[in-house]
């Protein structure tokens, strides 16, 4: 299976680390300074074109949320979007990071979707769970 990729003028291909990896690493194309306790929109340039049935997830980078606390606010790019890819990054650390143009910032998660038909209902079906949420199951 083949994913189309279009990259704007300084854009940087996504790539994956390992054959066996979900994600494909998306860079950013410029060097900047995230500061503390703040977030950032960083427009990547890559445009991709989704395999039909699927849509793509943005999702943090283990390293940059667990060695910085940098997080990806997390992102659902449908199947017929084709614009640039925008990522939202969080710093929920005391102290600033700086990006080099490069540098892994998130990555992009294929997965398949269903989208079913919808149907009003005036009362679901009774299972066992109901409506507990919120820690009704327990620690």
């Given at each position: 299976m083949k994913m189309k990729v279009k990259l704007d003028e300084h854009a940087i291909m996504p790539t994956r680390a390992h054959d066996t990896d979900a994600g494909l690493d998306i860079m950013t194309p410029f060097a900047f300074q995230?500061?503390?306790w703040s977030t950032s929109v960083?427009?990547?340039g890559v445009h991709v074109e989704l395999?039909?049935?699927?849509c793509g997830i943005l999702k943090?980078?283990?390293g940059l949320n667990v060695k910085?606390?940098?997080s990806t606010v997390d992102g659902v790019?449908?199947?017929g979007y084709t614009?640039?890819?925008a990522v939202r990054i969080q710093n929920t650390s005391p102290e600033g990071h700086h990006f080099l143009r490069g540098d892994k910032i998130t990555?992009?998660?294929i997965v398949p979707y269903i989208a079913p038909d919808l149907e009003l209902v005036y009362k679901l079906c009774d299972t066992d769970r109901g409506d507990n949420g919120f820690g009704s199951t327990g620690r």
């Open positions: 995230l500061s503390a960083i427009h990547t395999p039909p049935g699927t943090s980078k283990s910085h606390t940098i790019i449908d199947e614009g640039e890819i990555q992009l998660v």
